[in-house]
């Protein structure tokens, strides 16, 4: 099973800021690697596949970057409706699929 | 564009069943992969399984192997997850969502969710 560790756990920032959140595998997953925003209770939202691919509808302050094992996911400007937690996912290697343990982005 | 509606609420007693349903509509759901991915309360995401619903063939996450079924009703577009022996760490809020083709890949659209309570 490959495991997905992301950093930091929880990030304070604020609006205006630009962030970048890590993820990394425990072994390859090539460029399939998934990143999903989730806000208090709603179902996560697809933002980023392919590593680096924005999903239909996402603003392009989010950014994907990465390959192998090592991935980021940056957000330029932030604005108010992005604090929430986001999950990294890799589809290279399955079953199973497997989720990072989330990033918490809070208001500083 | 398709959408994924769920069933509702479920309150069981541990060692019993669960079966949560998942209804496709406003597109074909038969050449996409829809798995089952649920969330313990304050935790993080957990994939469980997912069918291929025009093969009928379902791959299990290996911890979940033995007490879960997932199938597929082709003519309603329905995956139905069943889950037996249910402990209270099966509480959790368990989506159904979509991978275009035939294998798992990202997901997009989710379903809105289903809590599942397994308590005494």
């Known amino acids: 099973e490959i495991v997905m560790t992301q950093s930091p756990a929880t990030l304070s920032v604020s609006p205006g800021e630009r962030v970048t959140l890590s993820c990394r595998a425990s072994?390859?997953?090539?460029?399939?690697l998934s990143w999903y925003q989730q806000k208090p209770g709603q179902a996560p939202r697809l933002l980023i596949y392919?590593?680096?691919v924005r999903a239909t509808g996402i603003p392009d302050r989010f950014s994907g970057s990465g390959a192998g094992t090592d991935f980021t996911l940056t957000i330029n400007s932030l604005q108010s409706e992005d604090f929430a937690v986001y999950y990294c996912?890799?589809?290279?290697?399955?079953?199973?699929?497997?989720f990072g343990q989330g990033t918490r982005l809070d208001i500083k | 564009q398709l959408q994924l509606v769920q069933s509702g609420a479920e309150m069981e007693k541990p060692g019993s069943s669960v079966k949560v349903s998942c209804k496709a509509s406003g597109s074909t759901f038969n050449r996409k992969t829809i798995s089952w991915v649920r969330q313990a309360p304050g935790q993080g995401l957990e994939w469980v399984g997912c069918?291929?619903?025009?093969?009928?063939?379902?791959n299990y996450a290996p911890k979940f192997q033995g007490r879960i079924s997932i199938t597929a009703d082709k003519a309603t577009s329905t995956v139905y997850m069943d889950l037996r022996s249910l402990t209270s760490e099966d509480t959790a809020v368990y989506y159904c969502a979509t991978s275009g083709g035939v294998a798992v890949s990202f997901f997009d659209p989710w379903g809105q969710g289903t809590p599942v309570t397994v308590s005494s």
């Open positions: 392919a590593s680096s």
């Open positions: 072994q390859s997953v090539s460029n399939k």
């Open positions: 996912q890799q589809y290279n290697d399955w079953p199973p699929i497997t």
């Open positions: 069918i291929i619903p025009v093969y009928g063939t379902a």
